[in-house]
C-alpha cells in the first residue's frame, strides 16, 4: 500500500475517489536514469516528482529508464511502476522497442531528451500526446566529453533529426535559459513551455554563530562538467583570508576517485571532505550548515541544488552560464561569476559581505522567499494541466 503524506495527501484522495483530472489515463515516463542510480541527478528528480504528482491525479504511471547492474528489472515504488533495461547506450534502442510492443496501452507518452531522445513519436500512435522533456542543449557536453566524430553525431540527433521527429510534439524545457537555447541553438520548431523545478521545504535551521568560520558545500553529481575541483581548490586559494574555511564535498560519480588524488595533491586534506553519497537529511543538513552553496558548473537546465540551498537560506555562488543565471538571482539570492572574473574572488567578495550580520540575514530572507515560488506540487500541476490539454487536442483519446 502507497501512503502519501504532506503536500500529496489530499490529492491522493482523490484519486481513491477516481476523480483527479487524469483519473483512468495511462502514462509512461521515459527518462535515461531514475533517482537510485549512482549518476542520477536533478533530471530524475524533476521526472520522479513528475511522476508521483501524476500518480496522485489518477493517472497510472509507468518510469521506464536504463538499468544499473544489480537492479532488478521491473519493481513497483511509491506506486509508480519501474521497467528497467539496458546499459546507457542499448536504453536508446530498448527503450523504444518496449513501447512499440505496447504502444497502443498508453494515453500519453513523457519523453526525456537527455541529449539523445527516445524517438516516442515514432512508435506509438499519431493521436498518442507525446511530450518532449528537454533540460538543457547538450552540444558543449557532447563537445567535452565525447570524440569529436561522436559528438557530431550527438549533435546531428539533438537538433536536426529531433528537430523534425518532435515537431509536432508539445515541449517542456525547465528554465529560460533552456528556452531560447533550444530556439536559438536547435531552431526547435515545436511549442515550447517552461515549468521550472519544485523543491522540497525542510525546517529552517538555527541561525549560525556570529564569526564562525565560513563553510562552502557543493552538493551533486561528480562528473566532469560539474568542475568540482574548482571548489575544493577554493580551501586553499582563500586559506590567506579564511584560515578556518572548510570545504564540503557532497555526492557521488566517475570523477570521485580523481577527486580524491586532487585534494591529497593539493595538501588540502584538512580542510577539503568528501562525503561520497549522503542521505537527503544528511545532505540538508550540510547545506543548512554552510555559509555559501558554490557550483562551478559550465552549463546546467537550472540548478536544483540552489533552490535547495536557498529553501535553507543559504545563498550560491555559480558561473554565469545558462541555467544558473536563471537560478541565482545575482546580488539578491547568490552571486555569478561573470567574464574576466574567477571563481574565488567572487567567493571571496561573497563571504566578506556575508560576514556582516545584517547581510547576512537580508540575503538568507531574499532565499527563502525565492526558493517558495518553486515547489514539485506546482510543477506537477503544471504537467498536469498540460497533459490534459494535449488529451483533449488530439480529439478526446482519453474520455
Known amino acids: 500500500m502507497v501512503v502519501f503524506t504532506g503536500e500529496h495527501a489530499e490529492q491522493a484522495q482523490a484519486v481513491v475517489r ?90 500519453a507518452v513523457i519523453d526525456t531528451m537527455n541529449g539523445i531522445p527516445f524517438f516516442a513519436p515514432l512508435v506509438v500512435p499519431r493521436r498518442t500526446p507525446v511530450v518532449c522533456l528537454v533540460h538543457h542543449v547538450h552540444d558543449r557536453q557532447f563537445a567535452a566529453f565525447l570524440p569529436r566524430w561522436l559528438a557530431a553525431i550527438g549533435c546531428f540527433v539533438e537538433g536536426p533529426l529531433a528537430r523534425l521527429v518532435y515537431r509536432r510534439c508539445m515541449t517542456v524545457t525547465v528554465s529560460e535559459s533552456s528556452r531560447r537555447e533550444l530556439i536559438g541553438k536547435l531552431r526547435w520548431l515545436g511549442p515550447i513551455v517552461v515549468v521550472p523545478n519544485g523543491c522540497a521545504h525542510p525546517e529552517p535551521p538555527p541561525p549560525r554563530e556570529p564569526g564562525a568560520d ?23 586559494e582563500l586559506s590567506g583570508m579564511w584560515p578556518g574555511l572548510t570545504v564540503h564535498i557532497a555526492g557521488r560519480g566517475p570523477e570521485s576517485g580523481s577527486l580524491a588524488a586532487h585534494v591529497a595533491a593539493g595538501g588540502l586534506a584538512d580542510r577539503v571532505h568528501l562525503h561520497g553519497f549522503v542521505p537527503e537529511a544528511r545532505k540538508v543538513a550540510l547545506l543548512a550548515g554552510a555559509t555559501l552553496n558554490v557550483t562551478a558548473s559550465e552549463f546546467e537546465g537550472w540548478g536544483l541544488t540552489v533552490i535547495e540551498a536557498a529553501a535553507l537560506g543559504v545563498p550560491t555562488v555559480a558561473y554565469d552560464v545558462a541555467g544558473l543565471r536563471d537560478s541565482v538571482r545575482h ?54 494541466e498540460l497533459i490534459v490539454a494535449e488529451l483533449q487536442d488530439r480529439g478526446g483519446a482519453h474520455q
Not at 28 to 54: C, D, I, K
Not at 84 to 107: A, E, I, K, Q, T
Not at 336 to 360: F, H, I, Q, W, Y
Request: contains cysteine.
Open 331 to 384: 546580488g539578491v539570492t547568490g552571486w555569478l561569476v561573470g567574464d574576466g572574473e574567477s571563481l574565488a574572488d567572487v567567493t571571496g567578495r561573497a563571504l566578506k559581505e556575508l560576514a556582516d550580520p545584517r547581510r547576512r540575514a537580508e540575503v538568507a530572507k531574499a532565499c527563502r522567499a525565492w526558493a517558495k515560488e518553486f515547489t514539485w506540487s506546482r510543477t506537477g500541476a503544471n504537467m498536469t
Open 214 to 236: 565560513p563553510v562552502i558545500v557543493y552538493a551533486g553529481r561528480l562528473v566532469g562538467h560539474k568542475r568540482i575541483d574548482r571548489v575544493v581548490d577554493l580551501a586553499g
Open 18 to 107: 477516481g476523480d483527479g483530472p487524469l483519473a483512468g489515463v495511462r502514462i509512461a515516463m521515459l527518462n535515461f536514469r531514475e533517482p537510485r542510480q549512482t549518476t542520477a541527478g536533478g533530471a530524475e528528480e524533476y521526472a520522479w516528482q513528475v511522476s508521483r504528482h501524476l500518480l496522485t491525479q489518477g493517472a497510472s504511471v509507468v518510469f521506464v529508464t536504463g538499468r544499473q547492474r544489480g537492479q532488478r528489472r521491473a519493481e513497483t515504488r511509491e506506486g509508480i511502476a519501474l521497467r528497467r533495461m539496458g546499459n546507457p547506450y542499448l536504453v536508446y534502442l530498448l527503450v523504444p522497442l518496449w513501447l512499440l510492443l505496447r504502444r497502443r496501452r498508453f494515453d
